[in-house]
T-cell receptor, first 111, second 111 residues
Framework: EAQVTQNPRYLITVTGKKLTVTCSQN?????MSWYRQDPGLGLRQIYY???????DKGDVPEGYKVSRKEKRNFPLILESPSPNQTSLYFC??????????FGQGTRLTVV | RKEVEQDPGPFNVPEGATVAFNCTYS??????FFWYRQDCRKEPKLLMS???SGNEDGRFTAQLNRASQYISLLIRDSKLSDSATYLC????????????FGSGTQLTVLP
């Protein structure tokens, strides 16, 4: 089954404790991206990657890192999480010039 | 001005009603357009692509007006299960980030 898989689905952590949210897709898509969604602000892009070893900042990259060592995986890293990073996070993948497929989301709470 | 703007609603309509959403985009070079549906705190899922000639899928009709730079979604004979947030998505070829999301229009269909 074609899918984008994120883990974990829910995470509560403390300020400053490094965490990684994994994202994997099995559709051989070139393009992957991370979004955060907050009430009233919609989906905002954090980082995106156009292929292996090619990543770039989106609209709200501060406080986040990503890597794309393999085509299927695109982890999101929070080196020192802060409460303002409490949000709902989505990973998405697609071929260039086509619609995006989303993971099920990760609800992160930083206390 | 936001790149993609939608009326956030909420739209509360009775079952069986016809409801229409509009979405405007600012970049005239935008090339592809989509409507996504998002249920509460779940991942967005593609509802339909929007073609220049307009397209229909059952009770759903999407239209594109390039001259006025807006797209629309019409839902006929609303069902309770149509209650969701509808996201307008615009694709711009040559833009590094490519996909831009509206903040969504909330629809509630009432019994």
């Amino acid at each position: 089954e074609a899918q984008v898989t994120q883990n974990p689905r829910y995470l509560i952590t403390v300020t400053g404790k490094k965490l990684t949210v994994t994202c994997s897709q099995n559709m051989n898509h070139e393009y992957m991206s991370w979004y955060r969604q907050d009430p009233g602000l919609g989906l905002r892009q954090i980082y995106y990657s156009m292929n292996v070893e090619v990543t770039d900042k989106g609209d709200v990259p501060e406080g986040y890192k990503v890597s794309r060592k393999e085509k299927r995986n695109f982890p999101l890293i929070l080196e020192s999480p802060s409460p303002n990073q409490t949000s709902l996070y989505f990973c998405a993948s697609r071929r260039l010039n086509t619609e995006a497929f989303f993971g099920q989301g990760t609800r992160l709470t930083v206390v | 001005r936001k790149e993609v703007e939608q009326d956030p609603g909420p739209f509360n309509v009775p079952e069986g009603a016809t409801v229409a959403f509009n979405c405007t985009y600012s970049n005239s070079a935008s090339q592809s357009f989509f409507w996504y549906r998002q249920d509460c705190r779940k991942e967005p899922k593609l509802l339909m692509s929007v073609y220049s000639s307009g397209n229909e899928d059952g009770r759903f009709t999407a239209q594109l007006n390039r001259a006025s730079q807006y797209i629309s979604l019409l839902i006929r004979d609303s069902k309770l299960s149509d209650s969701a947030t509808y996201l307008c998505v615009v694709f711009l070829s040559g833009s590094a980030r490519q996909l831009t999301f509206g903040s969504g229009t909330q629809l509630t269909v009432l019994p």
